[in-house]
């Protein structure tokens, strides 16, 4: 079966500009993760979706990160304004079902902020 | 502050040798699971170990996990070049949505 898709996988932007990130998970996943990963870290949850509901977005920073996953298949995330401590891997991934299941990673799209 | 921490945070060791890397977390938790990364790419699905669980074996790796102790540690045997990566436990706390990985240990297999 087909993996996690991002895109794009490199993107460099100024601070202040916008971007957003594109994620396809696996064909009938219903939950899909986005992870915000900075250099020498583990991953930071910062969103979760079972479906096309939000199940926990505690750790997305609601002022400038926005999520969604329309129709529940692929979901984008944006970032607006970017700041310099946005730069970051950005993570997707899915699971078959809830939470606490094993998930499947895509590459990742490294942002880098100037 | 992220759930799990593992330890060490870095360890190099010659190919054929074993790692042993740890992992503490806070809370009580549903299951643990490890990860790998290899360097600048996606993570890596490796072993799940449930609260209920004491001890796993997916054929090089053994988890072990104690919940009285909130540890777990990841055994990989006879390691290959090809282990060179980073690994990050994850836990899911029984409490909340939230799915937490730990800092990471960064090993490197000498050949």
């Known amino acids: 079966e087909a993996g996690v898709a991002q895109s794009p996988r490199y993107k460099i932007i100024e601070k202040r500009q916008s971007v957003a990130f594109w994620c396809n998970p696996i064909s009938g996943h219903a939950t899909l993760y986005w992870y915000q990963q900075i250099l020498g870290q583990g991953p930071k949850l910062l969103i979760q979706f079972q479906n096309n509901g939000v199940v926990d977005d505690s750790q997305l920073p609601k002022d400038r990160f926005s999520a969604e996953r329309l129709k529940g298949v692929d979901s984008t995330l944006k970032i607006q304004p970017a700041k310099l401590e946005d730069s970051a891997v950005y993570l997707c991934?899915?699971?078959?079902?809830?939470?606490?299941?094993?998930?499947?990673f895509g590459p990742g799209t490294r942002l880098l902020v100037l | 502050s992220q759930q799990g921490e593992e330890d060490p945070q870095a360890l190099s060791i010659q190919e054929g040798e074993n790692a042993t890397m740890n992992c503490s977390y806070k809370t009580s938790i549903n299951n643990l699971q490890w990860y790998r990364q290899n360097s600048g790419r996606g993570l890596v699905h490796l072993i799940l170990i449930r609260s209920n669980e004491r001890e796993k074996h997916s054929g090089r790796l053994r988890v072990t996990l104690d919940t009285s102790k909130k540890s777990s540690s990841l055994l990989i045997t006879a390691s290959r070049a090809a282990d060179t990566a980073s690994y990050f436990c994850?836990?899911?706390?029984?409490?909340?949505?939230?799915?937490?990985f730990g800092t990471g240990t960064s090993l490197t297999v000498i050949p």
């Open positions: 994850a836990t899911d706390p029984n409490t909340g949505n939230q799915f937490y």
């Open positions: 991934a899915s699971s078959r079902t809830s939470l606490g299941e094993t998930q499947y």
